[in-house]
């Protein structure tokens, strides 16, 4: 009484690898689960009370003392605190036509890198 091998799937093995899989997990779910309540169960250890060392109080206490550095605030010039409205600080928005100038020249420097074929 001997099999050979076949076309189709071998259900005798799959049904064993099946059974073998459900027994592993079922195993580690059970030791997890062990694990868990050892884990849950043990004492923790007390923490240190923590005891500030002498240096580091009288560092932070030096740095309480020691004046703070002053920021600078730059001034805003006559003319633009003239043009503003009170009660509101905008800042100056160039004028038309030097953004149009600008934008002239930009495109003649991409004129002149395309005729180098650099873009």
Do not use: C
Not at 55 to 67: C, E, H
Not at 75 to 82: C, F, K, P, T
Not at 89 to 113: G, M, N, T
């Amino acid at each position: 009484n001997m099999k050979l091998g076949g076309l189709g799937p071998d259900y005798e093995a799959i049904k064993e690898k099946k059974e073998k899989l459900k027994q592993q997990k079922e195993y580690s779910r059970q030791i997890k689960e062990y694990n868990m309540k050892n884990i849950s169960v043990a004492p923790r250890l007390p923490e240190k009370p923590q005891v500030p060392s002498v240096s580091r109080r009288k560092a932070l206490d030096y740095a309480k003392k020691i004046p703070r550095p002053k920021t600078l605030i730059p001034r805003q010039s006559e003319q633009e605190v003239r043009e503003a409205p009170a009660g509101t600080s905008l800042p100056k928005i160039p004028s038309l036509e030097s953004l149009w100038d600008r934008h002239e020249k930009e495109k003649e420097i991409v004129a002149a890198f395309k005729a180098l074929h650099i873009l």
